[in-house]
């Protein structure tokens, strides 16, 4: 085999083999085929697709193109994967709860992705936590705390990571075959034996249609049923931030909010939602409606925030976080509130441009050695449906500079639309997609 004659076979809108693909992937991933043979290869296969049999070839190729996981444990170990969103921290409240009812989830997890926030982002807020991890270090706090929120090691799936970079500087990351092989080659190299998947749709995510959310996760679920892996979808709303902040250390704080203080938030119920689908898939409880309960009676009775503070102390965090969070989260040195320029309801709330105004303030990263400042971002966010009278703040921007403040004040009142009419906001889920 050689990666012209694959190269010229998709040219020829012709599936190369799974042989062939796997071929493929071993030399992304060992030097072997060269970054003009790998664009050549994105760019074919953006234009002409694999179909299903040979999306799920390549999703397997990728993965097994470095180290697959394996596990011996007296649980089922489980997975949730988000296609990316604003306010959206789901991770570090669910997995707590699905390690406190008996399953062990290696949650092999990323950073900020253009305007979406990055769950290690997140957790790094967090002084002292450090989320890499080799893998023995992984399997022993796994066995201590049933969950940990970790980054990728260089040799999970390094065929996508090299494959990632080409296309995105070839313009050939919107394409459905290599999105999918993308997100499933890492998550399945962590050998999960159920997954679920939560695919946003609207303002604030990259599907933007509940259409191109819907192919987007039967593509998911299809390519890893058939590899092996039971996965279910969810498509869920984000025409809002899921939270009323973003930004990591605010993100972190809404976080707490909800496991100490206040269950009933949407971020709660997409978490119990997404809980329920999984922990019913695995086997555990006989419906996703029996899970979604079980996943909010832990949350309520503050089991998953004494599971969440032991999770951290494992990856370095303090001891007593749980008890004494705000104490420990980094704070902004500006604070300025952006008062509303007229009364009404906020019909329309544009959350990229939010997400981008956080990344502007230093809160994501722009290029990839950006350093981030876990303490930036937007808090007190509005929500769709609200009354506001004029001055009422729209949102709070937190700052390193008073420049930076200003420019993202401006942002937000771009973003955020009042009119004269109220709106009904959209429902928070969607659909279920299940095998």
């Known amino acids: 085999m050689d990666a012209r004659s694959i190269i010229a076979k998709l040219r020829r809108a012709q599936v190369p083999t799974s042989g062939e693909l796997t071929w493929f992937a071993q030399g992304l991933a060992d030097g072997s085929v060269s970054d003009a043979q790998a664009g050549a290869f994105a760019m074919a296969v953006c234009m002409g697709g694999l179909g299903a049999q040979g999306r799920a070839d390549l999703t397997v190729a990728m993965r097994d193109s470095g180290d697959v996981l394996s596990w011996d444990f007296d649980g089922p170990v489980i997975d949730k994967h988000s296609t990316g969103g604003v306010g959206d921290s789901v991770s570090l409240v669910l997995a707590p709860a699905l390690a406190e009812l008996g399953a062990y989830v290696p949650m092999i997890s990323g950073r900020g992705l253009g305007h979406t926030g990055g769950t290690l ?152 939602e997404l809980g329920g689908v999984l922990l019913a898939d695995a086997g555990m409880f ?62 329309a709330i544009d959350g990229e441009a939010l997400g981008l105004a956080v990344v502007a303030l230093g809160g994501g990263r722009q290029v990839e050695d950006d350093v981030i400042d876990p303490a930036v971002g937007l808090s007190g966010i509005v929500r769709l449906g609200d009354k506001v009278d004029k001055g009422t703040p729209l949102a709070v921007v937190h700052a390193a500079r008073e420049d930076a403040a200003r420019q993202a004040a401006d942002t937000v009142l771009r973003a955020i639309t009042i009119g004269a009419d109220t709106t009904n906001p959209s429902t928070l889920v969607h659909e279920r997609i299940r095998p």
């Open 121 to 272: 982002d997140k957790l790094e807020a967090i002084p002292g936590v450090s989320t890499q991890i080799g893998q023995d270090r992984l399997t022993q706090i796994l066995r201590d705390t049933g969950a940990a929120i970790v980054g990728a090691t260089g040799q999970i799936a390094p065929a996508d990571k090299r494959l990632y970079a080409i296309r995105d500087v070839t313009a050939t990351v919107e394409s459905l075959d290599l999105i999918t092989a993308s997100i499933l080659s890492k998550k399945l190299a962590a050998s999960p034996q159920a997954l679920v998947l939560d695919v946003k749709v609207g303002s604030g995510a990259f599907m933007k249609t509940l259409e191109d959310a819907r192919k987007l996760a039967q593509a998911l679920t299809e390519t890893a049923n058939a590899a092996g892996c039971r996965t279910s979808a969810v498509i869920t709303d984000m025409h809002q931030p899921l939270a009323p902040a973003l930004g990591n250390a605010l993100e972190v704080a809404e976080v707490m909010n909800v496991l100490t203080n206040a269950p009933y938030a949407p971020l709660a119920e997409i978490s119990t």
């Open 286 to 347: 006989a419906t996703a409606d029996e899970g979604r309960d079980k996943v909010m009676d832990v949350i309520r009775d503050g089991r998953a925030a004494e599971r969440f503070g032991r999770m951290m102390a494992a990856v370095g965090g303090p001891l007593q976080f749980v008890d004494n969070w705000s104490r420990y989260l980094p704070e902004a040195s500006v604070i300025l509130e952006v008062p509303a320029p007229d009364e009404g309801y906020i019909t």
